[in-house]
């Protein structure tokens, strides 16, 4: 089982930055690939970012590519999402996920099924 506890989300303003952190508890994180993913009120969760287990390859959904970053730190059991530029679409509410298949590589890292636990969710909101 893996927890995953959310923080650094905040308002800010149109072309500000944050940095999101997700801790995840358990000492099989190395071996998981990891998610964010993000719902706005009256939407459907839409994919954000992965990273693979090694941290070697990264994802992008198209709205935030070259905007967002994501990365890790096996040694702390923490992914992170840095968010700059941020835009009022960028308001959600974001969720890291963890993929619990060990060292697998999933074609299919942009969708929600592909995650077995999920994060409670932290709230972005970015004012105009």
């Known amino acids: 089982q893996v927890q995953l506890v959310e923080s650094g989300g905040g308002l800010v303003q149109a072309g500000g930055s944050l940095r999101l952190s997700c801790a995840a508890s358990?000492?099989?994180?190395?071996?998981?690939?990891m998610g964010w993913f993000r719902q706005a009120p009256g939407k459907e969760r839409e994919f954000v970012a992965a990273?693979?287990?090694?941290?070697?390859?990264?994802y992008y959904a198209d709205s935030v590519k070259g905007r967002f970053t994501i990365s890790r730190s096996n040694a702390r059991n923490t992914v992170y999402l840095q968010m700059s530029s941020l835009k009022p679409e960028d308001t959600a509410v974001y969720y890291c996920?963890?993929?619990?298949?060990?060292?697998?590589?999933?074609?299919?890292?942009?969708?929600?099924?592909?995650?077995?636990?999920w994060g409670q969710g932290t709230q972005v909101t970015v004012s105009s």
């Open positions: 358990g000492r099989t994180f190395s071996s998981y690939a």
């Open positions: 990273i693979s287990w090694s941290g070697d390859s990264t």
């Open positions: 996920a963890a993929d619990g298949r060990p060292y697998y590589s999933s074609g299919s890292y942009y969708r929600h099924g592909e995650y077995d636990y």
